[in-house]
Structure formats: structure tokens, C-alpha cells
T-cell receptor, first 111, second 112 residues
Framework: KNEVEQSPQNLTAQEGEFITINCSYS?????LHWLQQHPGGGIVSLFM???GKKKHGRLIATINIQEKHSSLHITASHPRDSAVYIC?????????????FGKGITLSVRP | DTAVSQTPKYLVTQMGNDKSIKCEQN?????MYWYKQDSKKFLKIMFSYNNKELIINETVPNRFSPKSPDKAHLNLHINSLELGDSAVYFC???????????FGSGTRLTVV
């Protein structure tokens, strides 16, 4: 079982819909990251969270440390939001910590 | 003025060859990484360097040798390339633990 699990694996939405992508992890972490990868493209860091909630434009990320769960919400979704969304966690091992990735969720937003 | 730049973007080579991928960051970050993304898009850490010092080596075959001449550069040399090395390789940098990461645009390596 992967240390970082994401659900659902694939997601299709209609433009304008509110979208939620989930991430659960099973290890101690120092931070959780949400990353975005467009088809054939590079990886962009969206958020880094260690507690609470962060908002950037139409994107909101939340984390519940006790439940080892994070969600990424997209409000008023748009076709340009179509991408792979990857959850990753930084271990709590100090300087030797590394990012462990989920398998990513492929989001398609239809016009 | 690209923050993390990798070259080349595409690399097609024959089995058995030796090749290098270069990475440079102009962000002043102390830590640099190499990640491998396989055909199923799954990302995995390969190496991490902090201020030119290797701090993570994730059970990568000895054919892969990272080199960090200074903290702004982390190059990846691969000897005796195999078909299974075909993947997208991403370089990234970070100011340190619990900071965000900046990724390069990736190098798509195809071994034929």
C-alpha cells in the first residue's frame, strides 16, 4: 500500500462545478504539498501545508493532521484546470526528509 | 530568467550509451533534487543534495551518478543506459525542509 493515497483516480467535471480532490497519508509528515502537472508539461507547486487551510485564487487546500487527510478544492472550475493533481508529503526525518508522492488524479473539466 | 532549467528537454539514445542531464537553478536554494517519473506518471525521488553534499540516495542503480559542482547545479550522469531507464526526469530545488519546491520542465529520456 502506498504511503500516500489519492482519490478518485480520475475525475471528470463540467465547467463551473466545485471540485474536491482527496489525499490520505499513513506516515508522520512535516508538510504536505499539492502539485499540478499539465499534459506533457512541467510540475507546478500549488500549496505547501502543515496545518489548517490555504487559499490561492480559486484553489483552496485544507489539511487535518489528526486524520492524516488533505483536500484540494477548485471553485468555479474551468477547462484550463484540466491537469494531473499530485499530493506529496515531506517526511518528518529532518534534513534527510524526502517527498513521497501519491499517484496523482487526472482531472478533466469539460466546457 | 527560468528558475530551474534542465537540458536537454528531450533525449533519445541507444541502449548501452552514456548520457548526462544538466540542471541549474538561479533561486539561491540550498537543496536540489532529481526525481524520476515513470510511464504511469508516478514520481519517485532519486537523489537530493544540500549545499553540494549528497543527503538522499534512494536505492538507485550505480549507473546513475549525480554531480553537484556548486549549489546552483546538479547534473545527472547515466552509464550503460537500459530500456527501463526511459522516463521523464525532473530536477527540483527548495530553500530547505518545509519550504515549497520549484521544478524544472523535465527531460524526457527514451532509450531504444
Amino acid at each position: 500500500k502506498n504511503e500516500v493515497e489519492q482519490s478518485p483516480q480520475n475525475l471528470t467535471a463540467q465547467e463551473g462545478e466545485f471540485i474536491t480532490i482527496n489525499c490520505s497519508y499513513s506516515v508522520g509528515i512535516s508538510a504536505l504539498h499539492w502539485l499540478q502537472q499539465h499534459p506533457g508539461g512541467g510540475i507546478v507547486s500549488l500549496f505547501m501545508l502543515s496545518s489548517g487551510k490555504k487559499k490561492h485564487g480559486r484553489l483552496i487546500a485544507t489539511i487535518n493532521i489528526q486524520e492524516k487527510h488533505s483536500s484540494l478544492h477548485i471553485t468555479a472550475s474551468h477547462p484550463r484546470d484540466s491537469a494531473v493533481y499530485i499530493c506529496a508529503v515531506s517526511g518528518s526525518g529532518g534534513a534527510n526528509s524526502k517527498l513521497t508522492f501519491g499517484k496523482g488524479i487526472t482531472l478533466s473539466v469539460r466546457p | 530568467d527560468t528558475a530551474v532549467s534542465q537540458t536537454p528537454k528531450y533525449l533519445v539514445t541507444q541502449m548501452g550509451n552514456d548520457k548526462s542531464i544538466k540542471c541549474e537553478q538561479n533561486l539561491g536554494h540550498d537543496t536540489m533534487y532529481w526525481y524520476k517519473q515513470d510511464s504511469k506518471k508516478f514520481l519517485k525521488i532519486m537523489f537530493s543534495y544540500n549545499n553540494k553534499e549528497l543527503i538522499i540516495n534512494e536505492t538507485v542503480p550505480n549507473r546513475f551518478s549525480p554531480k553537484s559542482p556548486d549549489k546552483a547545479h546538479l547534473n545527472l550522469h547515466i552509464n550503460s543506459l537500459e530500456l527501463g531507464d526511459s522516463a521523464v526526469y525532473f530536477c527540483a530545488s527548495s530553500p530547505g525542509l518545509n519550504y515549497g519546491y520549484t521544478f524544472g520542465s523535465g527531460t524526457r529520456l527514451t532509450v531504444v
